[in-house]
Structure formats: structure tokens, C-alpha cells
């Protein structure tokens, strides 16, 4: 099952306000294990795809420092190493890191900092994940699939979200 998050529509890596979330490949024996294990696996491809669209711009590293509630689960930074490739590092209360840095930049104002680049000395490393190449077959597949699902329906988005007026038991487009 492949899960796309476009709910609120989508900005990056492309720009498209009709853009809707699909489970796709639902089967019978599809359980809510399944349908959350897409969901998660879903946000990792899509950060993916934005982390190819900014490499295609700019250098980015090769660690990806996971913070905030999300990387509180062992299994989800485990599946973004494995989509991504890239090393996963989780931070100690990955879900203050914000606060961390905002700490930092009034610091850095205050002078009680020096340097805002070494606000990073504030923000340890807890756990590391390595990429499994056990799994990068099928989440390569998944990813490719996952990426086609917008392009094939993109028509189809637009479609649905044009406005239609109910008027008894029937439809009425409008403008």
C-alpha cells in the first residue's frame, strides 16, 4: 500500500493546490497496520523527493538530523534512512529542538553566544540510523510508483476539485 500526503494540497516539490492524498493498492486483506505503515513510509518519500529536488540546486549533507515528535519512533527514522539513503542522526529531545534554537539565536543576540554556528554543540546526537540494503529494492520500487501516482493523476486532481453544485439529484458545473 502507497499513501501519498498531499492532504493540504502541495508546494514542494511541485506546486499544485489540487493535489489530494490516495491509499493506493488497498486489497482486502489490507488492515490498519498496513494503512499506517503507508502513511509513514509515505512522508518519507516525500521528503525524499524533496531532498533530490534541492540536491539538483544546492550541496546537501549526507546525514539528515531527524528532529522534532516524529523522531521520537525508532521504526521512522529507520524507514528515512532506508528511503533516503542517507544516514539518520536523532537528536536528544528531537522534539525541543526548536526551542533549542530559538534559545540559540537570543543567546547569539544577547552576546551570552559568540557564534551562532556553534549553537550545534547545544544539540547532541542520541541514536544514529544506517541506510538497510535489505530494503532498498522495494522501497526504490515504491518510490518510483509513488512518484508516478501524482504525474498520472494530476488531471484527475484538478477534475475532482472543480466546483459543483448539487441542485436536487443533480450536478451543475460551475464556473
Known sequence: ?????????????????????????????TGKTELIRAVVEGVCYH????????????????TIRFVGGGALSPVMAQMLAD???????VTTNPQNVGSVGAAAVIGTGLGIIQKLE????????????IPNERTRAVYERNYQ???????????????????VEVVGNEFSQLS
Open 1 to 29: 500500500v502507497i499513501f501519498t500526503p498531499w492532504l493540504h494540497g502541495n508546494r514542494c516539490p511541485f506546486e499544485d493546490p489540487d493535489a489530494s492524498g490516495i491509499f493506493f493498492n488497498i486489497t482486502l486483506d
Open 47 to 62: 521528503l525524499r523527493w524533496m531532498l533530490e529536488c534541492q540536491k539538483e540546486k544546492i550541496k546537501v549533507s549526507d
Open 83 to 89: 528511503i533516503t539513503g542517507h544516514k539518520v542522526d
Open 118 to 129: 556553534t549553537a550545534k554543540e547545544y544539540v547532541s546526537v542520541e541514536q544514529s540510523f
Open 145 to 163: 510508483v509513488f512518484k508516478r501516482l501524482y504525474k498520472c493523476n494530476k488531471k484527475n486532481f484538478k477534475d475532482l476539485h472543480t466546483n
